[in-house]
């Protein structure tokens, strides 16, 4: 880790919130699923509809984040200036509504998504996700997709959950850990207040680390045996070579919380179409507005993620 690392992921939300972004107009999408262990489990979004148009964004927030996000905003308006429609979704729990709540591999809200009747008319789709939103948008490439997706896109995602799960329990993180975490019990404590949870809030009030937290509620909700079947079953990075949909995983050499080193060895996989880009002076989805960009004049991140998406379309 270095201080241009930090500085980007601290100092971005701070330019965001003098600055914030300006996202089209939106409307509530609501959808549900059947859970074999909640049942009926209900999925909320903003959705951005552009009529006659039919190209989708679906943007997935990461890990203690929702729709609301300036990432995602800024996302969803940078898709209405490519005259795409876009949905922001909100992750099992994050809205504090439902039944439910989510884990780094849980793919169903995409599924769900995708087949909910206001995206039928939709003819190309492509999947912008960051941080662990862009590792659940990995994992559904290697699954059976929806034939409309036409491109991935993941932003700082982790690809190894062994190697940053150790990374982000460490203590030179732990201002990262305890920001994640306290935005995860306050969605637990929520849900507790009305649905049955694992483990009691007043021990999850007590977790310090991802460990803790992954052992308490994820392993026991969607029974892995530990953590470390949890971490070493939905790590998207060995699978990446099964990925047939062009993808694009965009790094940041100096990201203080998903370490380039645990990135690094899973790119480049043999016989895939995955692409990736890496970035310095960057943090962890803090980039600046103008990037150096390959075979292209400086522009922001999502203009050119939009504009890889659509190169790429039917």
């Not at 007590?206 to 070493?232: C, K, M, N, Q």
């Not at 600046?288 to 991140?301: G, H, V």
Request: proline share 8%; charged share 20%.
């Amino acid at each position: 880790m270095n201080l241009r690392g930090h500085a980007w992921t601290l100092l971005s939300p701070l330019r965001d919130y003098w600055n914030p972004p300006c996202p089209p107009p939106s409307s509530d999408w609501i959808a549900t699923s059947i859970d074999p262990v909640r049942g009926e489990v209900r999925h909320t979004g903003r959705w951005s509809h552009l009529p006659d148009n039919k190209s989708l964004v679906i943007i997935v927030h990461g890990l203690g984040g929702n729709p609301e996000r300036p990432y995602c905003l800024k996302a969803a308006s940078i898709a209405n200036r490519f005259a795409c429609s876009s949905l922001r979704i909100s992750l099992r729990g994050a809205d504090h509504r439902g039944n439910d709540f989510h884990h780094a591999g849980l793919t169903e809200d995409l599924h769900t998504a995708l087949l909910s009747p206001q995206l039928a008319g939709y003819q190309s789709i492509f999947l912008l996700g960051y941080s662990v939103g862009g590792h659940i948008c990995l994992r559904y490439a290697t699954e059976n997709m929806d034939p409309r997706v036409q491109g991935v896109a993941a932003v700082c995602p982790p690809l190894d959950l062994v190697a940053v799960g150790r990374a982000m329990d460490s203590r030179s993180r732990s201002f990262y850990r305890h920001s994640i975490l306290n935005s995860l019990k306050r969605m637990y404590c929520v849900l507790a207040k009305n649905h049955a949870v694992p483990t009691p809030t007043s021990i999850v009030n007590r977790v310090r680390t991802f460990r803790e937290w992954d052992s308490l509620t994820i392993v026991p909700r969607f029974g892995f045996e530990d953590v470390a079947h949890y971490y070493r079953s939905m790590s998207v990075g060995p699978h990446l070579g099964s990925i047939t949909v062009p993808t694009l995983i965009v790094s940041s050499v100096e990201d203080p919380m998903i370490p380039f080193e645990t990135v690094a060895p899973y790119l480049h996989p043999r016989g895939s179409s995955v692409e990736d880009i890496q970035f310095t002076g960057s943090g962890h989805i803090g980039f600046p507005t103008k990037l150096p960009l390959p075979r292209s004049s400086r522009m922001d991140l999502e203009s050119h993620i939009l504009r890889w998406f659509l190169e790429r379309s039917d």
